[in-house]
């Protein structure tokens, strides 16, 4: 039985408030052979300082960063250890101090997080963020290798040497315990590759109806192929500043606020512990729930999700999630893995995560829309990027900026695409704040960040 000690629950407290004012992204795509790393890493940072409505220009931009984090799962996949000091003397960046961040699929998350403790601290009032992943440079078999190995390899990794083999038995478990159904799951495929659509950077986008997910291939059962993620080459970037300095590149950047959790990664040894409630959560609410299955959070639920939850509610001053957020980017990277987190996150107790894909709330114009940007089913997992992307989707969202980065037909150019005719706005209106989640593994590090509305 996990229990904390006296002062394991201290929320954190900026010492001084953080803001991101500018993103940027490649194109996300299956192999990318015309690029090197540390050229993608480019496109991406140069959409974020030319793209974004700056104050200042480019070059000023780049001459007011003091300090860089850089995100990247494996270094496996280049071949090339240290491949943040490549990419930040590339970028142009040299002496000015840089450190690589690795925590699996939360990797994007905590890096955005070590940037954020940058800019609160007063190391730096402005700060870069990048990741990528080149899953282009082996095959899939190998790449799904490597992934897998970032499972406790005394227990998961030979369960199956593929992450969906890690998720299956969560989903039989889930099924059983809180009476999903296997439709249920393929409505978030459908939704998340729907919305893709209308992404010009997405990967896998796609118009499917229910049966067409049921009747997909099998990955590792429950879970068929078109409700997992797939293997990405790309990059992303944020730009991280203090308060002075984000009201001097931009009308309109976004507080943040930002905590992470972590969690064994054996996930058949997971040791239980007491929910943690979160502000909208009353004691003894979950008494029946754990009465039926008392080892939270079993194969049902990831601690580190409803920890980081906890602490970032709190840090942000979050009474009840589904009543203030305006819109949520999830970690789906298995329809599975979506649907678990809406409990760990407060838009569904415990117990009740499908309604929130069946009472419509999950959709646009629903209460609280998720992964308008097409998630990681529609559009990426390009690792080390995934959690920094899924920040600059939330800030365009709230920057009133869909359209400009999802619209304009320069953007599906630069994809090599063309701008589909059912191409539609799913620009949220008015959003105030919006949340995001980045996760590793089965739940092994967690990262849950909200972006406010500064202006």
Same mark, same amino acid.
């Given at each position: 039985m996990i229990k904390f000690g006296e002062g394991n629950l201290r929320v954190p407290k900026w010492s001084k408030r953080v803001f991101m004012v500018a993103g940027g992204c490649t194109p996300f795509r299956k192999y990318f052979p015309e690029y090197k790393?540390?050229?993608l890493v480019m496109i991406a940072f140069k959409m974020m300082l030319e793209d974004n409505d700056l104050k200042l220009s480019?070059?000023?931009i780049?001459?007011?960063i003091q300090f860089a984090v850089y995100g990247e799962f494996?270094?496996?996949f280049q071949d090339q250890l240290l491949c943040e000091s490549k990419v930040h003397d590339y970028l142009g960046l040299d002496p000015l101090y840089n450190v690589g961040i690795k925590t699996g699929g939360a990797t994007g998350g905590s890096a955005v997080l070590m940037g954020a403790q940058a800019i609160a601290s007063g190391y730096a009032n402005c700060c870069l963020v990048a990741g990528w992943e080149r899953m282009d440079e082996v095959d899939t078999r190998t790449g799904n290798f490597y992934i897998s190995t970032a499972a406790c390899k005394d227990f998961e990794t030979r369960m199956g040497r593929i992450y969906s083999s890690y998720y299956a038995p969560m989903a039989n478990r889930f099924a059983w315990a809180y009476e999903l159904s296997e439709v249920t799951r393929a409505k978030v495929a459908v939704k998340n590759r729907g919305y893709a659509v209308m992404n010009p950077n997405a990967q896998q986008p796609g118009v499917h109806t229910v049966e067409e997910v049921l009747a997909s291939r099998m990955s590792a059962y429950p879970l068929r192929f078109l409700e997992c993620c797939a293997m990405t080459a790309g990059a992303a970037s944020v730009l991280l500043c203090d308060e002075e300095m984000?009201?001097?590149?931009?009308?309109?950047p976004v507080e943040v606020f930002i905590c992470g959790g972590?969690? $064994?990664?054996?996930?058949a040894d997971r040791r239980p512990m007491e929910i943690p409630l979160l502000p909208n959560e009353q004691p003894g609410q979950y008494d029946a729930l754990l009465k039926e299955n008392p080892r939270w959070p079993g194969f049902e639920s990831f601690l580190a999700a409803r920890f980081a939850a906890w602490l970032c509610y709190r840090m942000a001053g979050i009474k009840d999630p589904l009543e203030e957020l305006d819109l949520v980017?999830?970690?789906?990277?298995? $329809?599975?893995s979506d649907i678990q987190t809406y409990g760990d996150i407060g838009l569904r107790p415990y117990g009740q995560e499908p309604d929130y894909i069946e009472s419509g709330d999950a959709y646009f114009g629903g209460k609280c829309p998720a992964n308008l940007s097409g998630g990681l089913l529609g559009t990426m997992h390009a690792v080390g990027a995934t959690g920094i992307w899924q920040a600059a989707e939330v800030l365009w969202q709230i920057q009133g900026k869909y359209d400009q980065f999802h619209g304009d037909p320069k953007w599906w150019k630069r994809a090599g695409k063309k701008k589909p005719k059912q191409?539609?706005?799913l620009q949220v209106p008015n959003p105030r704040q919006g949340l995001w989640v980045s996760h590793a593994g089965v739940g092994s590090h967690v990262t849950v960040g909200i972006l406010r509305k500064a202006w």
């Open positions: 790393l540390e050229e480019p070059k000023q780049k001459d007011s494996a270094d496996h984000a009201y001097k590149l931009s009308d309109h972590s969690h $064994t990664l054996r996930v980017e999830l970690h789906d990277a298995f $329809t599975i191409w539609t706005s």
